[in-house]
T-cell receptor
């Protein structure tokens, strides 16, 4: 049973470009979470999605960031017009549900570097 | 707002020695507590979690942690470490109302030397 897949693992962008990060949850999981880890910081919650629905985006920056989890295909975290401060590791996690017994399973992360 | 403090950014130990990784949290409501481990180039893997009940929680790979509500701590321990335990360890907390929203500490790098 494959774990949570993220691609690309490393992404380099120049300021002003767009970054697209993909996350394929574990088989049977319909809940996806995105976290960001800035240098020297712990992971910070960004957004929680179910298929075709954004449940909680309270951790998302108000501008340039968006996320989706379509009916088919992976979840996408999109960052428009990247700036150097967006350089970070972005982790995706998935779970089968959202009850308190549900464990979040994490992917290996995407390391984004903005030049 | 909740927060998590991992007091040690790096902990070097010798093989077969005991280890304790410290974690303190702040929250105004009831919390759930977690320890995750990250091996190089891999995702975070759950070691153990405290939801309720016994304050001593046993996890995988011989790790255990004790929830101390009065000291708002959730320290991770292992009586005898192996080289293969070398990894980054993250403490995390979620609040009852938003149990899916994990708040992480900055991590502790455990290095086990022969």
């Amino acid at each position: 049973n494959a774990g949570v897949m993220q691609n690309p693992r490393h992404l380099v962008r120049r300021r002003g470009q767009e970054a697209r990060l993909r996350c394929s949850p574990m088989k049977g999981h319909s809940h996806v979470y995105w976290y960001r880890q800035l240098p020297e910081e712990g992971l910070k919650f960004m957004v929680y999605l179910q298929k075709e629905n954004i449940i909680d985006e309270s951790g998302m920056p108000k501008e340039r960031f968006s996320a989706e989890f379509p009916k088919e295909g992976p979840s996408i975290l999109r960052i428009q017009q990247v700036v150097r401060g967006d350089s970070a590791a972005y982790f995706c996690a998935s779970s089968p549900g959202r009850g308190r017994q549900e464990t979040q399973y994490f992917g290996p992360g995407t390391r984004l570097l903005v030049l | 707002a909740q927060s998590v403090t991992q007091l040690d950014s790096q902990v070097p130990v010798f093989e077969e020695a005991p280890v304790e990784l410290r974690c303190n949290y702040s929250s105004s409501v009831s919390v759930y507590l977690f320890w995750y481990v990250q091996y190089p180039n891999q995702g975070l893997q759950l070691l153990l979690k405290y939801l309720s009940g016994s304050t001593l929680v046993k996890g995988i790979n011989g790790f255990e942690a004790e929830f101390n509500k009065s000291q708002t701590s959730f320290h991770l321990r292992k009586p005898s470490v192996h080289i293969s335990d070398t990894a980054e360890y993250f403490c995390a907390v979620s609040e009852g109302g938003s149990n899916y929203k994990l708040t992480f500490g900055k991590g502790t790098l455990l290095t086990v030397n022969p």
